[in-house]
């Protein structure tokens, strides 16, 4: 077992158990935190929006060309990734991502 | 003063969930209009993911998005169903009782309905443009901001800046060019998933300086809202720069809103619609709720969750259209009024 560190639209930082093989949207949705992944994780709505602590980036797969159309359609920053393409593995114990702010 | 449209039952959502409680509902004589938001019948399997496999539909080991609403259409096209498509339901109010629930439903469009049942089936709400989260960009919106092209005159001699890097963005960005003071292009990235000759197109126009383009993202809006004056861009480097502009147009594509369901008087939990597991009926006699837009202990956000749905709806919505008739419970395998209804009666 192993944790990521999921930083709220508030600046809070929570500490959540991961499961292996789950991607990090469905963990931090399953931990009740406000994030929407409204397609489900099928990389078609973007709304599953984290900005990855620079220290982390380089130990994730670089995104697909998927991923990148879909962050095509949010006002990203160079650290953006979409969370429901992101598989937890004990690799990545102590994951640092802050949720990125939803549009109206 | 529009024509009012009286029928059975009126459906919110054209998805997969909303098609086949057409079928549910015709077996049982039941007549209903769609209306849908979208363009295209389909819901988020048309829109989101017409090309994505699904493989959890009983029966197909493997069927596309767009599949599944093509095979619907198919199945329900003995009930003839009218759809209403690219318009809003605006307003529900009810005239009826408990008993004999009748709701005038109104949309965006002006149409109006009188119907015995509502059976809400609009996933996860409306498809609306998604909204870039720009500090106080709701303060220009009408007048700065605009996410869709109504009319392309409004765009005459003004400082255009599109964002985004789709069709939509790259398609007004050639049409308005011409008609524009200057049009100015933002994406994040020098990619544009849009039809190749439009990218040429703003590649030469670019090449001719007779557009500018530029990478980065808006972070912030200048100008006494809601006259748009300018907008910071922060490059990836993280140094800003602006640029002048009197419209801003996002296209960053849709995203689903509850929308005006939430003001029909409904309880409502976390944007979800709580029913009951016997009708699917809401906290309103008459209005039903299935598909993903509902909640209920053991809910599971799954499509063919939404078919049994509609199946038990039916039933309820089937006392309230017909008071007087006992429903007999048939399967379409053997009962040769159903198969009449369904045209494939020997």
């Known amino acids: 077992m192993g944790v990521i560190h ?32 409204l397609c489900g994780g099928a990389c078609e709505c973007a709304t599953c929006h984290v900005f990855v602590a620079e220290e982390w980036l380089d130990k ?45 | 003063m529009t024509d009012n449209i009286e029928t059975d039952v009126v459906i919110i959502g054209a998805g997969p969930v909303g098609l086949f409680a057409v079928f549910e ?66 307003s529900v109010e009810p005239l009826g009782t408990p008993e004999a629930p009748l709701f005038r439903v109104k949309t965006d469009a002006g149409t109006t309905f009188t119907c015995k049942a509502l059976i809400i089936a609009a996933g996860g709400g409306s498809f609306l443009p998604k909204k870039p989260p720009i500090d106080n960009i709701e303060a220009y919106e009408g007048t700065g901001v605009f996410y869709a092209v109504r009319h392309m005159h409004m765009f005459k001699d003004k400082k255009v800046l599109i964002v985004g890097g789709g069709d939509s963005a790259l398609d007004w ?22 039809a190749p000759h439009t ?22 809006l200048k100008g006494e809202a809601p006259l748009l004056e300018s907008v910071v861009i922060r490059r990836d480097d993280n140094t800003t720069f602006e640029v002048e502009c009197d419209v801003m147009l996002p296209f960053f594509g849709l995203t689903m809103k509850l929308g005006p369901i939430a003001d029909w008087g409904l309880n409502l939990r976390e944007n979800l619609i709580p029913v009951d597991t016997e009708k699917f009926e809401t906290s309103v006699p008459g209005i039903f709720a ?16 939404g078919f049994h749905e509609g199946a038990l709806a039916a039933q309820k919505v089937h006392r309230y259209v017909y ?22 009666a020997a």
């Open chain 1, 6 to 37: 999921v930083t709220d639209r508030e600046g809070v930082r929570h500490t959540l158990e991961a499961v292996e093989g789950w991607r990090v949207m469905e963990i931090i949705r399953d931990w009740g935190l406000p994030i929407e992944g």
């Open chain 2, 173 to 194: 960005t050639v049409n308005l060019q011409p008609l524009a003071k200057r049009l100015t292009l933002l994406h994040r990235r020098d990619v544009f998933r849009a």
């Open chain 2, 323 to 344: 008071p007087e008739k006992k429903l007999l419970f048939q399967y379409t395998t053997s009962s040769s009024s159903l198969q009449k209804k369904l045209g494939v």
């Open chain 2, 25 to 90: 509902l015709g077996l049982l004589d039941i007549k209903c209009h769609l209306i849908d938001i979208l363009p295209k019948i389909g819901g988020q399997c048309a829109e989101l993911y017409p090309e994505k496999p699904i493989y959890d539909i009983p029966g197909f080991p493997m069927v596309t998005g767009q599949g599944l609403v093509d095979n619907l259409m198919a199945q329900i096209e003995p009930f003839h169903p009218s759809f209403h498509l690219n318009e809003m339901v605006e």
């Open chain 1, 60 to 104: 994730l797969y670089p995104p697909t060309e998927e991923e990148e159309d879909q962050l095509d359609t949010v006002v990203t920053r160079p650290n953006s990734r979409l969370s429901c393409q992101i598989l937890w593995t004990p690799e990545l114990d102590g994951l640092e991502v802050t949720l990125a702010p939803t549009g109206g």
């Open chain 2, 290 to 305: 299935i598909g993903d837009i509902n909640t209920y202990p053991g809910k599971l956000k799954l499509i063919l969750s």
């Open chain 2, 199 to 220: 990218v040429e197109k703003m590649r030469s126009l670019v090449a001719a300086s007779e557009m500018d383009l530029h990478l980065g993202q808006v972070v912030e």
